[in-house]
């Protein structure tokens, strides 16, 4: 059983940035995947990010290219979202998930451990 902590949220205002981290722990970190998703209120939890176990692959969604970047590191086995030109449309819990499996997903389905999430709030 895998356990997911996410941390770094927070208010910020538009053009800032934030790094969020994703601390893992019960498992296997190099066995997992890992992604990056968010939930705004009133709307389906959507894709952000994902990267592969080796850290060399890495996936974003168009709305986020260019100012968000993925990143980890299995020494610590911990995964990072480093969020830049923050704007007021990325307001959402932003939630860190776990995937068994060699290769990056962009569906929810595919990811077997969630963390709580951690709030990210831009102000325009």
């Known amino acids: 059983q895998v356990q997911l902590v996410e941390s770094g949220g927070g208010l910020v205002q538009a053009g800032e940035s934030l790094r969020l981290s994703c601390a893992a722990s019960?498992?296997?970190?190099?066995?997992?995947?890992m992604g990056w998703f968010r939930q705004a209120p009133g709307k389906e939890r959507e894709f952000v990010a994902a990267?592969?176990?080796?850290?060399?692959?890495?996936e974003l969604a168009g709305l986020v290219k260019g100012r968000f970047t993925i990143s980890r590191d299995n020494a610590k086995n911990t995964v990072y979202l480093q969020l830049n030109s923050l704007k007021a449309e990325d307001t959402a819990v932003y939630y860190c998930?776990?995937?068994?499996?060699?290769?990056?997903?962009?569906?929810?389905?595919?990811?077997?451990?969630w963390g709580q999430g951690t709030q990210v709030t831009v102000s325009s």
């Open positions: 990267i592969d176990w080796t850290g060399g692959i890495t």
């Open positions: 998930a776990a995937d068994i499996g060699l290769t990056v997903h962009r569906y929810l389905s595919a990811y077997e451990y």
């Open positions: 019960g498992g296997t970190f190099t066995n997992y995947a």
